[in-house]
């Protein structure tokens, strides 16, 4: 993908009442990119962003890796015409400044106008999408839509609550780890006493979130969860040192540790993977902890898994 389809890659349909502002920037819950939405725009119910009460209108935020933001910078410098008939436009906004594209293009039969935008931020990059069918183009138009870019900020963290308050799942411990981040908000996130700047993996973290899938009889959870431990990201080397059944929360789960090396710096680590089924989906742990420190870690790790409760 070249990084200015960083811009173009996102897209939703749109239709309005009016572009007016409202006072202050939201957040929309477990977003870390928030704006002055246009009047008529509320927090949508099923994606992170912005859509009238039709849900015809939709504004989706998301967070982009840190390095696509100065791609599309040193893209916009070697070439400000643009490519493909796409004219990159920079735009100052409260969290610096962002570039952003508009183009015409068709979803299905219906013709759209579709805006993009990437904005700095501290670990990440920011990312907004717009898409605004022909029939609202009088009322969202070029001129409303630059304007709510401009009124884009960035919040540094997320609220540990609010994070915590969109999974499917509640969590009673986090084990003093100092940071907490949503992977994908409302199915998994990370608890880590590293951070994005530093590297997760030359310290303790965990990874925690639901796989949509379950193994089709008991027989199959042991080959099922050692396929779903080759799948660990950021794992090279791995060699699987034990893989057995156990209960977890009075439910049939399967436990299986892993040597192996992790991150840039090459780190020795041991894993542990615990899975507890259900009768569609399972519940998926990772703790990941530099070896030295397996002894003081595995009991962070599980004390974490022990207060995990199903929502509701």
Do not use: H
Request: aromatic share 8%; proline share 8%.
């Amino acid at each position: 993908m070249t990084p200015l389809r960083y811009l173009a890659a996102v897209a939703l349909v749109i239709a309005a009442t009016c572009p007016a502002f409202a006072a202050d920037p939201v957040f929309p819950p477990g977003a870390r990119v928030g704006m002055t939405p246009l009047v008529g725009l509320a927090k949508a119910k099923s994606f992170i962003g912005f859509e009238t009460e039709d849900q015809g209108v939709k504004v989706l935020v998301a967070d982009l890796p840190a390095e696509a933001y100065s791609e599309v910078v040193n893209a916009f410098k070697a070439n400000p015409g643009g490519t493909g008939g796409i004219k990159p436009e920079s735009i100052e906004t409260g969290a610096g400044l962002a570039y952003y594209t508009a183009e015409n293009a068709k979803d299905g039969a219906t013709n759209v106008r579709r805006y993009s935008m990437i904005l700095p931020g501290p670990t990440f990059s920011g990312y907004v999408a717009v898409q605004v069918p022909e029939n609202a183009s009088k009322i969202y138009t070029d001129d409303a839509i630059r304007q709510m870019f401009a009124s884009a900020v960035i919040r540094n963290a997320v609220p540990v609550d609010e994070q915590l308050g969109l999974m499917p799942f509640k969590m009673g411990e986090l084990s003093d780890f100092k940071n907490v981040r949503t992977l994908a908000p409302g199915a998994a996130l990370i608890v880590a006493d590293g951070d994005e700047k530093t590297g997760f993996e030359t310290a303790p973290f965990m990874i925690i979130g639901i796989v949509g899938s379950a193994p089709a009889s008991p027989d199959d959870r042991g080959r099922y969860a050692q396929q779903m431990a080759t799948t660990i990201p950021g794992v090279r080397d791995g060699r699987i040192t034990m893989s057995e059944p156990v209960r977890i929360d009075g439910q049939a789960g399967f436990e299986t540790r892993i040597d192996a090396t992790s991150g840039k710096d090459n780190t020795p680590v041991t894993i542990v993977q615990w899975l507890r089924f259900g009768p569609q989906s399972s519940l998926r742990i990772i703790g990941s902890s530099p070896r030295a420190d397996w002894a003081n870690s595995f009991p962070r790790f599980r004390a974490v898994r022990d207060g995990i409760r199903p929502r509701g």
